[in-house]
């Protein structure tokens, strides 16, 4: 799931989808599906991870399997300190800029690939199993 964020949280738009979900949530119809998040932010300051911890209680209550991108295929791409850029454990992500302009660095893409791959792995060893 592609998120960008508002002061920290989710913006107005998507969580007003989601509220709009409670036939969903009562039917069950996202229980036991598989997500990861990606987060875009306008800068530093703008709290990918607190975002990704805010959209935790909506996929708990949906009953959504949350695989996050964690250390182990992105450990030196997230230390890295040549340049400025989003990620963290929770998921790639991006700084987009206060006005939006910022397109994803390499180093950022190349952190939202290796998400894809371990995710990828992660449910297709699940499935098979």
Known sequence: MGI???????????KAWWDATGSLWQQ????????GLFIATGGLGGDQESTALAIMSTLVHHGFV????GYKT????????TEVH???PWGAGSFAGGD??????????SMAVEQGKAFHSHV?????A
């Open 4 to 14: 960008p964020t508002r002061y920290g949280n989710t913006p107005a738009q998507w």
């Open 28 to 35: 069950g119809t996202f229980w036991g599906k598989y997500a």
């Open 66 to 69: 949350h695989v996050p991108h």
């Open 74 to 81: 992105t450990f030196a791409l997230q230390a890295n300190f």
């Open 86 to 88: 989003g990620g963290s």
């Open 100 to 109: 939006e302009s910022r397109q994803p660095s390499e180093l950022e893409l």
């Open 124 to 128: 297709a060893r699940v499935s098979s």
